[in-house]
C-alpha cells in the first residue's frame, strides 16, 4: 500500500473578490467552490483514478463531511493521517459530476487557515491535491490506482509559477507503523460504514 497524491489547480468561485466579500459576509464563514479531483484524467504523476474507485471514495467521504471530521492541511504532509495542528480548512460538500469531484471548502481560523485566508485575500492562487493510500498497476504508459484506494482528505497546496513545473512526491510504501496509525484513523464506525456502502453498491 502507498500513499498517493493527486494535485489540480483550484479554480475555485471565490476568484471574484466579491463573492469572497459575499462569503464572508454569509454567517462569516470564508467558503470556497470548485472542481477538487478528476477521474479517468491522467495526473502529473503519470496516475489515473478509475471513474468507479473515486466515486466510490467520495461517498464513503461523505461520513466524514456529515460529522464535521473532513478536515485539510495547508500543504501536503509526508502523512498518511490528517494532523489536527496543521488543519486549515474543512470540506463542508463534496459531489461528482461526470468524471470530476466538486466540493465547497470553509476556511478555518485556525493558525494554518489564517495564512490560508491571507493567500487568498491577496490573490495568490491555490491548488487543491488529494491524499489518499492504496495501489497501483501498470496500464500501458501509466499506473492505474487500484480498488483498495482510500481517500484520507484533500489538501492546500501552492500552485506552480511555471506550468508543468510542479513536482509531487512520487507514491511511497508506508511503513508498518504508518499502517497502525491509519487503521486507528479509520474508526471501526468507519469501517463499518465502508462495509455497508460496498454491499449497497453490489445490488445497483
Known sequence: MKLLTEYINFD???????????AKEEDG??????????ANTLNQNGRIYPFE??????????????????????????S???SLANVSHCIRKAYMEGDTVYGTIEVL??????ILKSLIDSGIKIGISSRGVGSTRRRGDHQEVQDDFQLI????V????????????????LTQAEITELNNYFSKDDKV?????????WGE
Open 12 to 22: 475555485y468561485s471565490a476568484n471574484d473578490s466579491s463573492v469572497i466579500l459575499e
Open 29 to 38: 464563514k470564508l467558503l470556497l467552490s470548485g472542481p477538487l479531483q478528476k
Open 53 to 78: 474507485v473515486l466515486k466510490r471514495e467520495v461517498g464513503n467521504y461523505q461520513k466524514f463531511i456529515n460529522e464535521g471530521r473532513a478536515l485539510g492541511e495547508l500543504d501536503h504532509p509526508d
Open 80 to 82: 498518511s493521517v490528517v
Open 109 to 114: 481560523s485556525t493558525p494554518k487557515g489564517m
Open 153 to 156: 482528505c484533500w489538501d492546500i
Open 158 to 173: 501552492s500552485e506552480p509559477s511555471t506550468p508543468g513545473a510542479f513536482v509531487m512526491k512520487e507514491a511511497r510504501d
Open 193 to 201: 460504514h465502508r462495509e455497508l456502502n460496498n454491499i449497497l453498491r
